[in-house]
């Protein structure tokens, strides 16, 4: 079935910095999706994309959805400690029917004060 | 605006008994979906419901049942728990005519001894 890779698988940065991360397919996505997993939670949709080469800020985040549909990034700015968790891409397979989703394995990010 | 709520939160059972892990939606969704999360596999769909009474099977079906007689409800069980079934699960909605994005429960950490 088709995958979503997520790089890196991990992240140890200083407060303050800026992240980037990323996910792709060998397959074209029409939706992209972003959430994030604090400890022991449940995933929390960040921000949601709809159109090749769309960018979409949600507060420090930013997220783009890449021009040959097979890919997407995340931006975190200026991060703080309470961004540490795990981000995951998602999106709907194609021919699997909108109503499912696939998910990359997370980035894991730690953030240092 | 309680959204979506899972019990328990946690469990404990032994092999070979069996367990129901609950969900519950306030928004009305159309469609309820069981994932559970394990490490190294990241989310994987079990079974998912378009609507009451409709249910169909995702990645990981294989030793768990559901049903849906209510719209807001969407038990999930384990009519012989293996050790193999310890993981998080999670159950998440969605509506049906707007997107792809799905909203996500607290989780049920399950643990078969």
Same mark, same amino acid.
């Given at each position: ?13 200083? @407060? ?10 060998? &397959? ?12 022991? @939670?449940?995933? !929390? ?33 200026? &991060? ?34 | ?5 899972? &019990? ?51 990645? !990981?079906?294989?030793?768990?049942? !559901? ?11 384990? @009519? ?6 310890? &993981? ?23 643990? !078969?001894?």
């Amino acid at each position: 079935g088709q995958q979503l890779n997520q790089s890196p698988q991990s992240m140890f940065i200083q @407060e303050g910095e800026d992240v980037s991360m990323n996910c792709t397919s060998s &397959s074209i996505f029409n939706t992209w999706l972003w959430y994030k997993q604090d400890p022991g @939670e449940g995933p !929390v949709l960040l921000i949601a994309l709809y159109k090749a080469g769309e960018l979409t800020s949600n507060g420090r985040l930013t997220a783009q959805f890449g021009i040959t549909r097979k890919d997407s990034f995340l931006n975190i700015s200026a &991060s703080i400690p309470s961004d540490v968790g795990i981000y995951f891409c998602a999106g709907p397979p194609r021919g699997g029917g909108s109503e499912k989703l696939v998910f990359g394995k997370g980035t894991k990010l730690t953030v240092n004060p | 605006d309680a959204g979506i709520t899972q &019990s328990p939160r946690y469990k404990i059972t032994e092999t070979g008994r069996q367990v129901t892990l609950m969900c519950h939606q306030t928004w009305s969704h159309s469609y309820m979906f069981w994932y559970r999360q394990d490490l190294g596999h990241g989310l994987r769909l079990i079974y998912y419901s378009a609507a009451a009474d409709i249910t169909d099977k995702g990645e !990981v079906p294989d030793g768990y049942v !559901v049903s849906r007689s209510k719209t807001e409800n969407f038990p999930l069980t384990l @009519e012989s728990a293996t050790r193999s079934q310890t &993981s998080v699960y999670f159950c998440a909605s969605r509506i049906s005519y707007a997107g792809n994005e799905q909203f996500f429960g607290p989780g049920t950490r399950l643990t !078969v001894l």
